[in-house]
């Protein structure tokens, strides 16, 4: 029996993961993620597939990133009837992402749609409209980490923890051969060690080949505790000066996350407790998801949600949904601090709350995720003197933090880390999911230990060996 990966997206660069296993008669796909880049090329890139749709077999979803699942509604436009596998979290948090997805693209071709009409252009249409993003949601079908499910005569699936975000998971194939069983493990988005809430990423044993990730294949992250200590120092400068603090974070992980170190302050007397704010309808759901499956937590977030304490922080939070209620703030006055979407400032509420505050010197910008170039978040990250904000310049007075400890990707010490404890059977590597240079030092740094590794372009098939010996 012939099997093979084909290499359908997120090959030489990050986002819109998705690959092809064929194992004789099966054809089971390892993610179906939206590519992001410049609008013309993201609607290319995202409305076409490497193969057939229909003769697809089964979906794997690594996790509830939209640049992992978030092109399944095109995948089921295209023709797909089956089942789409995912953890039990992941599964209730692609319930509300791609649903938000959908309705992000229907708000942006809107805006499209008006200038277009003005320039005598024909209309514009999304990838795929919030209605049939929920009417996609109808395959997914849930498995718990550690359950082998047999997706066809050929081939068995079991997801491990990735611990990238909750419900993340690293999908392990076994494919029955002629020669025994051969083991593909995904590792795609891979965790840290050691990270609050989120169990360690698990390594599966007898691995014969790996996928993974390489986001930061060439960077390391600063500590966890540094990283603190500096969050610790800014907000109590910002306090010191009755300054707001606006935090753009994505709504998914991030923002439960800043939300649980802030609360952690609050509660060892770092900082004084003020006014917390999530100012995100999408965050405020998701964190319901959160709340809702404590059980996938560490073992010191589990025992806290047991002994009915607050490990997530929700005391401290006001969430807000209604448009009202957000427009409130600015009239409030500081000390306060505002967690808003979206992460890279490129449309959402975050915007007007930096249009209403950045001028204001006793203000503060925290950045805790990445800024991709070209976008408002990454202007503000560069410290630009004026910055356009719909439209309208505005004075950058405000005072700006960037905190990249914050991660939730392993670092190129943590990749290596991963690949060292995989070995003893490893026959190659595949690196995906990174920019290409960060992809080849990954690939240098796994060369120096021996190993075999490949950084495979888009669309490349790769044949292999089922054979043990
Ligand atoms: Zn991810
Ligand atoms: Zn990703």
């Known amino acids: 029996?012939?099997?093979?990966?084909?290499?359908?997206?997120?090959?030489?660069?990050?986002?819109?993961?998705?690959?092809?296993?064929?194992?004789?008669?099966?054809?089971?796909?390892?993610?179906?993620?939206?590519?992001?880049?410049?609008?013309?090329?993201?609607?290319?890139?995202?409305?076409?597939?490497?193969?057939?749709?229909?003769?697809?077999?089964?979906?794997?979803?690594?996790?509830?990133?939209?640049?992992?699942?978030?092109?399944?509604?095109?995948?089921?436009?295209?023709?797909?009837?089956?089942?789409?596998?995912?953890?039990?979290?992941?599964?209730?948090?692609?319930?509300?992402?791609?649903?938000?997805?959908?309705?992000?693209?229907?708000?942006?071709?809107?805006?499209?749609?008006?200038?277009?009409?003005?320039?005598?252009?024909?209309?514009?249409?999304?990838?795929?409209?919030?209605?049939?993003a929920e009417h996609?949601?109808?395959?997914?079908?849930?498995?718990?980490?550690?359950?082998?499910?047999?997706?066809?005569?050929?081939?068995?699936?079991?997801?491990?923890?990735?611990?990238?975000?909750?419900?993340?998971?690293?999908?392990?194939?076994?494919?029955?051969?002629?020669?025994?069983?051969?083991?593909?493990?995904?590792?795609?988005?891979?965790?840290?060690?050691?990270?609050?809430?989120?169990?360690?990423?698990?390594?599966?044993?007898?691995?014969?080949?790996?996928?993974?990730?390489?986001?930061?294949?060439?960077?390391?992250?600063?500590?966890?505790?540094?990283?603190?200590?500096?969050?610790?120092?800014?907000?109590?400068?910002?306090?010191?000066?009755?300054?707001?603090?606006?935090?753009p974070s994505f709504a998914l992980e991030r923002t439960q996350l800043i939300v649980f170190f802030i609360s952690e302050l609050i509660k060892r007397k770092k900082i004084k407790k003020i006014p917390l704010y999530v100012d995100s309808p999408l965050a405020v759901n998701l964190t319901k998801v959160f709340r809702d499956n404590w059980s996938y937590f560490d073992e010191i977030t589990r025992l806290a949600f047991e002994k009915e304490e607050d490990p997530l922080g929700y005391d401290n939070i006001s969430y807000i949904t209604k448009i009202n209620d957000s427009k409130r703030l600015n009239n409030e006055k500081g000390p306060m601090i505002i967690i808003s979407a979206s992460g890279m400032c490129e449309n959402?509420?975050?915007?007007?709350?930096?249009?209403?505050?950045?001028?204001?010197?006793?203000?503060?910008?925290?950045?805790?995720?990445?800024?991709?170039?070209?976008?408002?978040?990454?202007?503000?990250?560069?410290r630009k003197k004026e910055v356009k904000i719909f439209g309208v310049p505005h004075r950058l007075n405000a005072e700006v933090i960037t905190l990249n400890a914050f991660s939730s990707h392993a670092d190129a010490d943590g990749l290596v880390e991963y690949v060292k404890r995989c070995r003893g059977s490893l026959k190659k590597v595949f690196i995906v999911h990174g920019d290409e240079e960060q992809s080849k030092v990954l690939k240098a740094n796994l060369k120096k230990l021996g190993l075999k590794a490949s950084v495979p372009a888009k669309g490349e098939t790769t044949y292999l060996s089922g054979d043990k010996a």
């Not at 491990?160 to 392990?172: N, Q, T, W, Y």
């Not at 007898?206 to 540094?226: P, V």
């Not at 001028?359 to 408002?376: C, H, Q, S, Y």
């Open 1 to 132: 029996m012939t099997v093979s990966i084909k290499f359908c997206g997120a090959a030489r660069t990050v986002t819109g993961s998705m690959h092809l296993i064929s194992a004789g008669r099966t054809e089971a796909l390892l993610d179906c993620g939206l590519f992001h880049g410049r609008r013309d090329e993201t609607y290319e890139v995202n409305s076409g597939f490497a193969f057939n749709p229909q003769r697809l077999g089964s979906v794997v979803l690594s996790h509830a990133h939209i640049d992992h699942c978030g092109n399944i509604p095109t995948l089921i436009k295209k023709g797909y009837r089956s089942h789409i596998f995912a953890t039990p979290p992941t599964k209730e948090l692609c319930n509300y992402m791609i649903p938000d997805s959908g309705h992000v693209q229907q708000e942006d071709i809107k805006y499209v749609n008006k200038i277009n009409k003005r320039r005598h252009l024909p209309p514009r249409f999304p990838l795929y409209t919030k209605r049939e």
């Open 348 to 382: 959402g509420r975050i915007l007007h709350h930096l249009k209403n505050n950045i001028e204001d010197p006793r203000n503060m910008v925290i950045v805790i995720g990445f800024m991709a170039k070209n976008t408002l978040g990454r202007r503000i990250v560069e």
């Open 136 to 247: 996609s949601l109808k395959y997914l079908r849930s498995l718990d980490y550690h359950v082998k499910f047999a997706l066809s005569k050929e081939v068995d699936l079991t997801f491990f923890e990735a611990g990238h975000i909750l419900g993340s998971a690293v999908p392990v194939l076994d494919i029955k051969t002629s020669n025994g069983t051969m083991r593909i493990a995904y590792a795609v988005d891979l965790g840290r060690y050691g990270m609050p809430l989120l169990k360690d990423p698990e390594v599966p044993q007898d691995i014969d080949y790996l996928i993974i990730e390489s986001t930061y294949g060439g960077r390391k992250h600063g500590s966890i505790q540094e990283a603190e200590d500096e969050l610790a120092d800014a907000v109590n400068r910002a306090i010191s000066r009755a300054g707001k603090i606006i935090i």
